[in-house]
């Protein structure tokens, strides 16, 4: 039979491999940040992962581009912060948002929808409560303000329970419908409320509810607006969050819950908005936000001001009111203005840099929040190691024992494949952004037992060779030409059980998936370009054929008392 492929140049394919070597880790050492490291996942380094569920007026599933525009826009938020080791991923319709250390607040703020209307505000009254009727119906009332900002001051914030001062029964002129910012569904005048079925999911009763209160908060009917403002209770989540038609009034709540707010469609989105900044307010002993418009914005901003003059307009941030001042001169035509409410210095820096970088095109509700400590995932790490050492000791200790010296062979081949996989990973975690978890080490756990099921495979093929009489030298050969065939559709089958499973999974089962399937490709390149040149090189060498070396002496007295067996019944015929 003549020589299959790894056996005719054994010091070539051998040289091969090492040339790949030396190629991986010159990409590791000298392109980069030149670290050694692979990068860890949340599980092994600590952090917080926050799983994001998008939701849809409809109740439909996000559209691909619109998950690959959120993720965009978030990933824009955490380099604007400088939050470094973060990352942002889309699993099936999820976005999962991992940001390092314990706090999962930052991480929540990422994922804020920020979607930034300015609207006029028609009327303001105090939050219904106790089931007493309103201070004063809405629109609004008229009532002094002392603490109204300064003449001449832009409209920075005005005191939230700063009702407007002008004439609330004036009609606003008509302004151009803006369109919703970025979103995937087109505007749509509310749905009329319909008794649900008693069956619904979780995304069909989103939906409802945000149709509900679409009807009821949105509607342009004067009496259905008195019901909602009476109705409006500002302490239960807002389902219409991030989801309100700007081309509609709107009843709202402030952000601290002390107003209900009647406001007016938009005058202004949070995509006129070119820059935004933070800073403290020294005259006001504040923290504030301040906006620069683009050229469209400066001039809607300056009809505005000019437009509602000791009236109040409204800073309405996902459905919610941050900032309702008094505009106590217009109109101004600087293109700038600012934002001021409860701000701390952190979220104020957050607010600016949230509407810097544009509003998300949908909304999303937290399913799942996941804080694991650094001293937690050093011990996960140690564990995983830990479990990888003993699994490699194991498969070598077998190997000696069943298979003589020929186990070293074995085992120099796993620790080559072992430095092929640590390169692979540490430059997968720099292109592409893999990182390595608990699940991806179980994979590698799991690959070891794979590559060394190749050993075996091979090992006892070069027996059955010499079972039937060969010598070690012509059994190499002989085994590795019907053990490459065996190893090849093993390896094919565990293969495709790994892409499967990529593609079907989601979470932490991916890089599960993942590592199997590059240890399994690596386990055939080692393979062709280590095992089977070393066994064949080993197969020409007298010192590697003896059988106190190979371990293979019992099977050599087997092929020996077979061959004694069929020579016998010819001698006893003569």
Not at 461 to 474: L, T
Request: aromatic share 6%; with cysteine; charged share 15%.
């Amino acid at each position: 039979m003549p020589p299959s492929q790894g056996s005719a140049h054994p010091f070539r394919l051998l040289g091969v491999y090492a040339a790949l070597l030396a190629v991986i880790y010159a990409l590791v050492f000298f392109t980069g940040d030149h670290s050694p490291k692979p990068k860890l996942g949340i599980d092994l380094q600590g952090g917080t992962r926050v799983t994001l569920t998008a939701r849809t007026p409809d109740g439909n599933e996000p559209s691909r581009e619109s998950l690959q525009k959120a993720q965009e826009i978030i990933e824009n938020r955490v380099n604007g912060l400088g939050v470094s080791g973060s990352e942002v991923v889309i699993d099936g319709t999820n976005l999962v948002i991992t940001v390092p250390g314990e706090e999962s607040q930052q991480a929540r703020a990422l994922a804020t929808t920020a979607k930034l209307y300015i609207r006029p505000v028609l009327g303001a009254t105090q939050p219904q409560t106790g089931g007493a009727a309103p201070q004063q119906p809405v629109p609004g009332a008229p009532s002094a303000d002392p603490n109204a900002p300064a003449p001449g001051q832009a409209p920075t914030t005005g005191d939230p329970n700063a009702p407007a001062t002008g004439d609330p029964a004036t009609p606003a002129p008509e302004a151009t419908t803006p369109a919703p910012q970025s979103r995937v569904f087109p505007a749509q005048a509310p749905p009329t409320p319909t008794p649900p079925p008693a069956d619904l999911t979780p995304a069909q009763q989103q939906a409802k509810e945000i149709a509900d209160a679409k009807a009821l908060r949105q509607s342009t009917d004067q009496n259905m607006q008195q019901v909602a403002v009476m109705s409006m209770d500002c302490t239960k989540p807002d389902p219409l969050a991030g989801n309100d038609d700007p081309a509609l009034p709107l009843v709202t709540c402030s952000q601290d819950g002390t107003e209900v707010f009647l406001l007016g469609p938009s005058r202004i989105d949070g995509q006129e908005i070119a820059d935004a900044t933070s800073g403290f307010n020294a005259q006001q002993a504040r923290h504030e936000v301040n906006l620069e418009f683009r050229s469209t914005g400066t001039d809607a901003w300056a009809a505005l001001t000019g437009e509602y003059v000791n009236k109040r307009v409204a800073f309405v941030l996902d459905s919610k009111v941050v900032s309702a001042p008094q505009v106590q001169q217009g109109p101004q035509l600087g293109g700038s203005t600012s934002i001021s409410g409860s701000f701390t210095a952190d979220s104020a820096s957050e607010l600016a840099n949230t509407l810097k970088y544009g509003s998300l095109p949908l909304s999303f509700t937290t399913s799942e929040a996941e804080t694991v400590s650094a001293t937690l995932g050093l011990a996960a790490l140690k564990a995983g190691l830990l479990a990888g050492a003993v699994g490699l000791l194991a498969v070598l200790l077998y190997c000696l024992f069943v298979y003589r010296m020929l186990g070293f062979l074995a085992g120099f081949s796993l620790i080559a494949a072992g430095f092929a996989v640590y390169g692979i990973i540490v430059l997968l975690g720099r292109w592409i952004g893999f990182t390595l978890d608990l699940a991806g080490i179980a994979g590698l756990i799991i690959g070891i037992g794979l590559t060394a099921d190749s050993f075996v495979v091979f090992f006892e093929r070069i027996k059955d060779e010499m079972r039937e009489g060969r010598s070690f030298r012509s059994a190499v050969p002989r085994g590795w030409a019907r053990a490459q065939r065996t190893n090849l559709s093993g390896k094919t089958v565990s293969l495709i059980a790994s892409v499967v499973l990529y593609l079907l999974a989601a979470g932490q089962v991916k890089g599960f998936a993942f590592t199997l399937g590059v240890t399994t490709v690596l386990d055939v390149i080692v393979l062709y370009l280590v095992t089977a040149p070393l066994l064949m090189l080993a197969a020409r060498s007298p010192f590697w054929a003896k059988p106190s070396v190979n371990g293979l002496g019992s099977v050599q007295q087997i092929a020996r008392e077979r061959g004694a067996g069929q020579v016998r019944p010819k001698e006893m015929s003569r």
